[in-house]
Each structure stands twice: as structure tokens, then as C-alpha cells.
């Protein structure tokens, strides 16, 4: 739900998120903080280097 607030869509994967599946969002989300061991602002940092490019307002997501 704090996701949608932005308005922002992404691209996981060549994937639009509408096509991601529950279990991925959620390894992708659990490996920042397993990366961050925790720690919300390393999360955010992490979260931020993923992101590879932004088009209008679609951003693509690499794999970290």
C-alpha cells in the first residue's frame, strides 16, 4: 500500500510489477534486509542503488 502512495510503477526483471509474483516482491524486499541486517537506513540505500534507470514514471529495478 506505501508503494502505490508514490504514484511510481516499476519493472522487476524485464516484468511490470503487475506481473511480479507475491513470492518474488517478497525475496526481493527480504534481501535488503538481509543486506541491511535490519538496519532501515542501509534498506533504503540498497533500494535506492537497485534502481537502474527510471523512464517517466516507470522505475526499472535490477537485481541487486
Known sequence: MRHK???LKFEFENKPEEQISNLT???L???YFEISNGN???AINA???SIDR???Q???IKKT
Do not use: T
Open 29 to 31: 524486499f527480504n534481501s
Open 54 to 56: 527510471m523512464k517517466s
Open 5 to 7: 502512495s508514490s504514484g
Open 58 to 60: 516507470l522505475l526499472i
Open 47 to 49: 533500494w535506492i542503488s
Open 25 to 27: 516482491l517478497a525475496n
Open 40 to 42: 532501515i537506513g542501509l
